[in-house]
C-alpha cells in the first residue's frame, strides 16, 4: 500500500499521523531549522518536484470553459445578484445593534438595482419586489442605485432573523436572508478554494403584486 501523503509530510520530522492523534491537541511544536531552508529541501514528495497542474486543477479549467460558453449563450437581460456590505452590516456580526438600525437601515436590507433595470421591471423606489430563482425567494424593497452595473442586483447579507428570539433588535428589523437565493449541495462551490458561490447567482426580479 502506497505511504498516505500526510505521512510523507511527517515522516521528516519523525511523526507519524498516529502519533500526533495521541498529543495533547493533536499538535506537535517542531523545532526551527538552524539555517534558511531551499525550496527543493521542503517540497515532500518523493521526486522534489510540484505537479502544476494537479487532476483536481484540470477539472477546474475544464468547468471554467463550460462557464465562459455558458455565460456566451445567456440571455443579455439576465440579472446576477451579489452579496453587499455596507457600514451598517458587515456578515450578522452588527446585527443586533439598535443603534444601527435607523432611517433607512430600519428597514431592513433593500434590493440595490440599476434604474434601467427598475424601469424595466415596472419598479420604482420603494415598491416591493420578488427576487427568486430555482434555489428560493425573498420578497423585499427596491432601492434604486445608479452605482449598481446594469444587468447586477445586490442584497446586504447578514438578515433574516425573523425567528431568532434570542437577538430581539435583529428579530424587530428581520430584513430578508440572501442565502435562500444561493445554491447549496452538489456543484454550489468551488471545489479548488472550497468557497461556495455566493455572487453572481442569477435571478429574476418582479413587483410584488
Do not use: W
Not at 59 to 85: H, M, N, V
Amino acid at each position: 500500500t502506497a505511504q498516505p501523503v500526510i505521512e510523507q509530510f511527517l515522516e521528516p520530522s519523525q511523526l507519524t499521523l498516529e502519533g500526533l492523534r495521541s498529543m495533547p491537541h493533536q499538535s506537535a511544536i517542531l523545532p526551527q531549522p538552524e539555517r534558511e531552508s531551499f525550496y527543493q529541501d521542503l517540497v515532500a514528495f518523493p521526486d522534489k518536484k510540484v505537479d502544476c497542474c494537479p487532476g483536481l486543477f484540470a477539472e477546474g479549467l475544464e468547468r471554467c470553459e463550460t462557464i465562459f460558453k455558458e455565460l456566451e449563450g445567456e440571455d443579455p437581460a439576465q440579472l446576477k445578484i451579489i452579496s453587499l456590505r455596507t457600514n451598517y452590516m458587515h456578515n450578522s456580526n452588527l446585527a443586533n445593534m439598535r443603534a444601527l438600525k435607523e432611517s433607512r437601515h430600519a428597514a431592513g436590507n433593500p434590493l440595490h438595482i440599476h434604474p434601467v433595470d427598475a424601469q424595466r421591471r415596472g419598479l420604482i423606489e420603494g415598491d416591493l419586489a420578488h427576487v427568486f430563482n430555482s434555489h428560493g425567494r425573498v420578497t423585499t424593497p427596491v432601492m434604486l442605485d445608479d452605482t449598481m452595473l446594469p444587468g447586477v442586483v445586490a442584497l446586504s447579507h447578514g438578515y433574516g432573523q425573523d425567528r431568532a428570539p434570542g437577538v430581539r433588535v435583529a428579530m424587530s428589523h428581520p430584513g430578508v436572508n440572501v442565502n435562500r437565493l444561493l445554491p447549496t449541495g452538489l456543484g454550489s462551490y468551488e471545489k479548488l478554494s472550497n468557497m461556495s458561490h455566493m455572487n453572481g447567482v442569477p435571478v429574476a426580479v418582479e413587483k410584488a403584486v
